[in-house]
């Protein structure tokens, strides 16, 4: 069936460093990828997308790759800051799904001063 | 400003007794969505809405019920027959079509003992 799934439930980082967060999903028919940041005790917040026709785009500090061969979605932070401690979820949406999003289980990324 | 709001932050109730969460969008938004996540744990799909008048069962859906009766307003109810309802409960809404994002409220915790 349909699955998203993360490599690494838990991810400490050194400040400044650069953050890479890990995404599987098996449905060959998604054609849209989307990481949401959580912090504590909030709602998710959009952090940035992609359509399958792509397999990069940056925003601010963070960019999404899509490697559609083996099914795999990262999200990399430049410059891990305090302020990116949160959990970071992918999902992906298919016209197989009614428009919903399919949710990972999420990463929580620490940061080490 | 635009956005979803969720009322109350924190809700306590005895084992039993039914209770409604708010949530309410002025984003124009014709889809609303009902999760709940445990701690550690992702999103879980209760309801969704695509239009008024019209709501589908997601994952989770028994012991939850929900109406959309007006195009802002998604209430959702937990049942006393919810076997366990204590969780954080999450609110979405999203155009329909288009890119799929989801906007998140800031979320509900309940807690019945």
């Known amino acids: 069936g349909e699955s998203v799934g993360l490599h690494l439930p838990t991810l400490s980082v050194q400040e400044g460093d650069n953050s890479i967060i890990n995404c599987a999903y098996s449905?060959?028919?998604?054609?849209?990828f989307i990481w949401y940041k959580q912090e504590s005790g909030k709602g998710p917040q959009f952090i940035i997308d992609?359509?399958?026709n792509m397999d990069k785009r940056q925003g601010q500090r963070v960019t999404v790759l899509l490697n559609k061969t083996v099914k795999h979605l990262s999200l990399q932070i430049a410059a891990t800051q305090p302020g990116d401690s949160a959990v970071y979820f992918c999902?992906?949406?298919?016209?197989?799904?009614?428009?919903?999003?399919?949710w990972g289980a999420g990463t929580k990324l620490i940061i080490k001063p | 400003d635009g956005g979803i709001t969720q009322s109350p932050k924190y809700l306590f109730r005895k084992e039993g007794q039914n209770v409604t969460l708010s949530c309410e969008q002025n984003?124009?938004?014709?889809?609303m969505y009902w999760y709940r996540q445990d701690p550690g744990q992702g999103l879980r799909l209760i309801y969704y809405?695509?239009?008024?008048?019209?709501?589908q069962k997601g994952d989770i859906a028994e012991g939850y019920s929900v109406s959309r009766e007006k195009k802002e307003s998604f209430p959702l109810t937990v049942t006393s027959a919810q076997k366990n309802p204590t969780a954080f409960y999450l609110c979405?809404?999203?155009?329909?079509?288009?890119?799929?994002?989801?906007?998140f409220g800031p979320g509900t915790r309940l807690t019945v003992t």
């Open positions: 979405a809404s999203s155009i329909v079509g288009g890119s799929y994002e989801q906007y």
């Open positions: 984003l124009n938004h014709d889809a």
């Open positions: 809405s695509q239009i008024v008048n019209d709501f």
């Open positions: 449905n060959s028919a998604s054609d849209y």
């Open positions: 992609i359509r399958s």
């Open positions: 999902a992906e949406n298919s016209m197989d799904s009614n428009y919903q999003l399919i």
